[in-house]
């Protein structure tokens, strides 16, 4: 054995060299990684290290440095391919370097006095997940992951391959200072200042693997603290190692009673019986050589028949520390085999062993970095990396935890599954991409689609064909064979299609003179769907559809031009400079389209087809008069001052104004940048709208009677009159209806028929809204009325706001207390009510059962992992479920039915909650609990439970496309998670009836007909039960831990023969 210190070997600096944190030797030995205080990585040649004393030897000695970060770096990692190298410093910045073959510049950099580097080795990848210090690094066996820990309490895991980030694990309850992994690929392990070690248990992630696939991977297995209950808190590093093995790991900084120790940990029950004791101060740093040992030579005599040798094998540890001290074990004995006092004048940072197990190398906070040789045969002889093969047989290495296929149905099964998954991100990158007709087919059953119409898998846009048009292929968003009879048939003509084409067209003249077309970012056409999932920053819909999306969230559909005097120069330059001309087309004048800068007033500017065009003024509303300021408060009952629900009253005002095709007047504009085209002033003519006028301020006219007219292109319909002040109007193409100060209620026909007597209530009204044939109306004591005016029926007596207004956390005392206030009341297709409360909070009265239901709250908002972020499907869903029907004929499709309310109501808890800061001390408890033990499984619990809740609610609404899209994602997600009890009664619930045709299946009691879930008709939620069960065990398919259910299911659906028909 020999010491090797070369003086050279140093981070050196102007006055002393810098304190070394960490080395690390490539799974080639032939070079040494240090990192040290100097914020630099420095590659040394291990054979220079080691033929230092050798005064011919001419090689180079540091092949490369890099400083790409802006701190100590703590922890430098070669990955076990040696194609990555990792860095992490207290910048809370990881950096991945990797080695380009191309040759590097001959020069070194300036004002240094660095050698020339010898290897290109360039930075990749800087990756940000910590919010402190990062102290240490692993990579698994497999490089597959890499693992990250800090002094901010966290375990991020990264991928190998992608360097996405997978997960973060914050179990711990301080710093992190130690990471290693099992060499058997099954675990990894951490260290932390909370006196525990932490094992986690891991499949090694696909390539492509996201954070999404991650949910069911990294779990911790156990907790180890006996070894560590008084230790020290003031060791720097806490590095622990795993033998090569796979047997025990070795714990720093552990105690037996008061003495310092390195603790031996058995794997499986991981307790600890052996301690290395010996060192006089805190061990920072533990690592076993690579190699396994034997007493004697390998020779033909010690090795069986299968070249395994015969004779026991060893392991060898290295440990040092805060003493100054290295010691060197053999497994087999209980003194060291090496004691090496004094080997630095600080603590000992770091240990690295070579590949062949005969050297070591110790880096010193002194600024030192030593190393040790070994001759052969001193720690024992060398057994073949088959012999660590072999001992690591008997843990599963190689084999991935993902279970067995149970047989070739099972395959088959994961196959189609794996296949249908595949299309749906083909379908979700044409999207991306901008492909207008992002289509793929999905998988076809019997060679026909499923009863004649495809069924798309989730997230993937499908036209509806012809039960007798089968689909054909689609390659890029068209037709891969384009058939004469659809060619003659004329798609319909979009005009924002023609619009983006004209804008495509757009020819500019350069500098030079020369003619170019103009680009157009591809993802502002607007002609393809976006599958991403959706952020809160909404895009602006179609002037046809409801907006249902917060008022207060940022449009970035539109340009904003918000531009000083003199455009984008004058903001760069100043607007002190002469104005920039404009480059313009051929044959136009510069001046219509730009006005000369001066004392005058400045027109405004807009983005046009052709590029800056001035604004058009706005048409006339055609006699439309905005509403003007109230006359009075209404006048209400003092009774109601002892009332348990109070809701404020609307006062009266002296125009009231109804549109039947776009609600409450005036409209808001919608043309481009808050200009009206023609089509928006000629819809305005053919619009019907509902007037009630009340008397004027005048003392004369007080006693007057209330005017209700209804006029088109301002022309009088019809008229009526009131006694009663008119305080609220609502109405569609089949009814009018109107609120009076009173409590009456009024309504028409849209010919001004009085086919109703007056609906006399409790209270003044105080939300009226009407869908279809249904009318709502809330009265200021909290009580909800719903009728049916074409059945002269109610679905339910009338229901009180108190239950979700909190009334049972409140006292009836005679002090009035606050409570959340009601945001919107509107109908769905159905007549069920839906309100929204200020508290973010969005409830449903189930009719049938007599109760309010509540759909959305911050709950969900703060603590599950899918909020905000729905299933690219969601995007194409239209929120037509609430607010006005603008259907002025045709009947409603089932399709149709609560289309959109379930996003409507999160999107409102996003705005009141989150948006609004109401959620902070929410997201604290619950950033709090996810540390703390015994929670490790809450955020999973809670985004399942999301999950659920949200198909509890579309099947509650019939919403028929949310309830197949949040059935699927609850199905991956049970998949993933592998909760084989939910799984199983899931299946088994969307079974139903449909096993009733066979033969000796015993009949169920009919004495009580199920619905939702325990019902047993061929539809479930408006889709057929057998197709919808289909689809879900597809989505199961590839997980192999379910395929003793998967597999029973397809086959009893019939999909094995399917696929052999196929």
């Known amino acids: 054995m020999r010491f090797i210190k070369p003086a050279w070997l140093t981070h050196s600096g102007e006055q002393k060299d810098f304190e070394v944190y960490s080395c690390h030797v490539s799974p080639d030995g032939t070079r040494l990684a240090t990192a040290a205080g100097d914020g630099h990585v420095r590659i040394w040649s291990t054979e220079a290290i080691l033929q230092a ?28 391919n040696g194609r990555w190298l990792a860095s992490g410093a207290d910048d809370k910045i990881i950096c991945i370097y990797h080695l380009d073959q191309n040759p590097p510049a001959h020069s070194a950099s300036f004002g240094t006095n660095e050698p020339p580097p010898v290897e290109n080795w360039k930075i990749l990848r800087r990756l940000i997940g910590h919010e402190n210090d990062v102290q240490d690094l692993g990579w698994s066996y497999d490089s597959s992951i890499m693992v990250s820990v800090g002094l901010d309490s966290k375990i991020v895991v990264w991928s190998g391959h992608t360097f996405e980030k997978l997960k973060v694990l914050s179990v711990h309850q301080s710093h992190v200072k130690g990471i290693t992994f099992d060499p058997a690929n099954k675990y990894f392990a951490t260290a932390s200042d909370d006196r525990t070690i932490k094992l986690f248990r891991f499949t090694s992630p696909q390539p492509n693997a996201t954070s999404y696939d991650s ?87 010690t090795t069986d028949n299968s070249g395994y040798s015969t004779q026991a ?49 110790a880096s010193s906070l002194d600024g030192s970095i030593v190393a040790l040789e070994f001759e052969t045969g001193e720690l024992g002889f060398i057994a073949p990396w088959s012999e660590n093969d072999k001992a690591l047989q008997k843990f599963g290495v190689g084999r991935r935890g993902v279970g067995v296929v149970e047989d070739v149905a099972a395959l088959r099964l994961e196959e189609r599954s794996k296949a249908g998954e595949l299309r749906g991100a083909e379908g979700r990158m044409g999207a991306l991409m901008g492909d207008a007709g992002s289509t793929i087919v999905p998988p076809v059953v019997n060679g026909n689609g499923t009863n004649g119409t495809s069924t798309p898998m989730t997230g993937v846009v499908v036209p509806v064909l012809p039960s007798n048009a089968p689909a054909p292929p689609v390659t890029n968003g068209r037709s891969a064979q384009d058939s004469p009879a659809a060619a003659a048939t004329p798609p319909a003509v979009d005009p924002s299609v023609a619009k983006v084409e004209a804008m495509k067209q757009r020819v500019t003249i350069t500098k030079e003179g020369k003619k170019r077309v103009a680009p157009l970012l591809v993802s502002s056409s607007g002609t393809g769907l976006s599958s991403l999932p959706q952020s809160q920053l909404m895009a602006a819909s179609s002037s046809k559809e409801q907006n249902d999306a917060p008022q207060s969230i940022l449009d970035l559909s539109k340009p904003y031009d918000g531009l000083p005097r003199g455009g984008l120069a004058a903001m760069l330059l100043g607007n002190k400079r ?20 001066g004392n005058g007033p400045i027109p405004i500017m807009i983005n046009g087809v052709n590029g800056v065009e001035p604004a058009v003024p706005l048409p006339p509303n055609n006699g439309v008069i905005p509403t003007p300021e109230f006359l009075r408060p209404a006048v209400v009952n003092p009774i109601m001052s002892v009332s348990q629900v109070r809701l404020a009253v609307p006062k009266v005002r002296t125009h009231i104004l109804r549109s039947l095709d776009r609600g409450t007047l005036p409209p808001p504009a919608s043309g481009a940048n808050g200009t009206n085209g023609v089509e928006e002033s000629t819809k305005v003519t053919d619009d019907v709208v509902f007037e009630a006028q009340n008397p004027g301020g005048n003392p004369a006219q007080v006693r007057d009677p209330s005017r209700i007219s209804a006029s088109k292109r301002g022309a009088m319909l019809w008229q009526d009159f009131l006694p009663r002040a008119v305080i609220l109007v609502t109405g569609n193409k089949n009814f009018w209806a109107a609120a009076c100060e009173d409590g009456s209620i009024y309504t028409w026909t849209p010919a001004g028929r009085r086919i109703f007597n007056a609906l006399v209530l409790e209270a003044q009204p105080v939300i009226i809204e009407s869908r279809g044939w249904w009318l709502l109306c809330v009265t200021a004591v909290g009580m909800c009325y719903v009728w049916n005016l074409k059945t002269l029926a109610s679905p339910h007596p009338p229901v009180s706001l108190a239950p979700i207004l909190d009334i049972a956390m409140h006292s009836l005392g005679t002090h009035t207390t606050s409570a959340p206030g009601v945001t919107s009341a509107h109908l769905n297709t159905t007549g069920h009510i839906i309100v929204t409360l200020s508290n973010g909070d969005g409830y449903l009265y189930s009719p049938s059962m007599f109760v309010w239901q509540r759909l959305s709250e911050a709950w969900w908002a703060v603590g599950s992992q899918y909020w905000n972020s729905n299933d690219s499907s969601i995007s194409s869903l239209q929120s037509t479920g609430v607010g006005q029907d603008s259907r002025r004929d045709g009947e409603i499709s089932a399709s149709n039915i609560s289309a959109g309310i379930i996003p409507h109501l999160e999107r409102h808890t996003t705005n009141e909650v989150l948006l609004k800061g109401r959620a902070y001390h929410l997201q604290r408890l619950i950033k709090a609990l996810l540390s703390r033990e015994g929670f490790e499984n809450f955020e999973a619990g809670v985004s399942i439970a999301h999950l659920e809740n949200r198909v509890a609610a579309a099947l509650q609404l019939g919403a028929r496309e949310e309830f197949r899209i949040y059935l699927f994602m609850y199905a991956k997600r049970l998949g993933a998670q592998g909760l084989k009890n939910k799984v199983e009664e899931l299946l088994r619930s969307m079974l139903g009836g449909i096993l009733k045709e066979l033969p000796n299946v015993p009949s169920v009691d009919a004495t009580e007909v199920g619905e939702g879930w325990y019902s047993e008709d061929d539809k479930l939620c408006g889709w057929d039960r057998k197709e919808l069960l289909k689809e879900v065990v597809l989505i199961l398919g590839k997980f192999r831990e379910l395929q003793r259910l998967t597999v029973q299911y397809s086959r009893v659906l019939g999909m094995d023969d399917d696929e052999n028909g196929i």
């Open 215 to 301: 949910h069911n991977n990294f779990v911790l297995e156990h907790t180890i603290v006996a070894p560590f209950t008084s230790s020290p808190l003031t060791t720097y590093f806490r590095r622990c190692s795993w033998s090569p093995d796979g047997n025990h790991i070795a714990a720093a900084n552990a105690v037996n009673g008061p003495v310092s120790s390195v603790a031996i940990i058995n794997r499986g029950v991981w307790d600890s019986d052996i301690n290395l004791i010996g060192h006089e101060g805190p061990t920072e740093v533990c690592t076993f050589s690579p190699r396994l040992f034997s007493k004697a030579e390998i020779s033909p005599e």
């Open 313 to 361: 094998l060893v392991t060898v540890i290295a440990c040092a520390g805060q003493d100054k001290t290295l010691s060197v074990w053999n497994t087999s004995s209980s003194r060291p085999l090496v004691v090496a006092q004094e080997l630095a004048g600080k603590s000992i940072s770091d240990l690295a062993w070579t590949p062949n197990g005969l050297a070591i190398f």
């Open 53 to 80: 004393g050798d005064p011919n030897y001419t090689k180079p000695k540091q092949l490369c440095h890099m400083s790409y970060h802006s701190g100590t770096i703590h922890t430098v990692r070669f990955s076990p």
């Open 578 to 597: 002469k104005a920039v001309a404009l480059e313009e087309d051929e044959n136009e004048d510069p001046a219509s389209k730009r006005p000369a800068l």
